[in-house]
């Protein structure tokens, strides 16, 4: 079975920063470009970053870029997501997927939560 776990997630102060990590296992993690999501109580599942198999290119929602980076490491099956900089509107449940994602590939998520 496919599964992609994500974590590293918490209570953060705004301005102060996070790394999300995702574990891949079921799947030949190289073969696929992979991303992160977000869903904010009360709000649709938004887009968040992307990036492809080999790093090679990265893509970001407008709002984030400069304050988010995404990476991997194929090595160890891993997808990661540096937080800087983070503010209350940030507080959501951050999911990882394939690119373009898939349905059965939806994890728990894990829970960043922004708040003084």
């Known amino acids: 079975d496919v599964q992609l776990q994500a974590y590293g997630g918490g209570l953060v102060q705004p301005g102060g920063c996070l790394r999300l990590?995702?574990?891949?296992?079921?799947?030949?993690?190289?073969?696929?470009?992979m991303s992160w999501f977000r869903q904010a109580p009360g709000k649709e599942r938004e887009f968040v970053a992307a990036?492809?198999?080999?790093?090679?290119?990265?893509y970001y929602a407008p709002s984030l870029k400069g304050r988010f980076t995404i990476s991997r490491d194929n090595a160890k099956n891993t997808l990661s997501l540096q937080m800087d900089n983070l503010r209350p509107w940030d507080t959501a449940v951050y999911y990882c997927?394939?690119?373009?994602?898939?349905?059965?590939?939806w994890g728990q998520g894990t829970q960043v939560t922004v708040s003084s």
């Open positions: 990036i492809t198999w080999n790093s090679g290119r990265t």
């Open positions: 997927n394939v690119q373009p994602p898939l349905r059965p590939y």
């Open positions: 990590s995702c574990a891949a296992s079921g799947v030949t993690f190289n073969n696929y470009h």
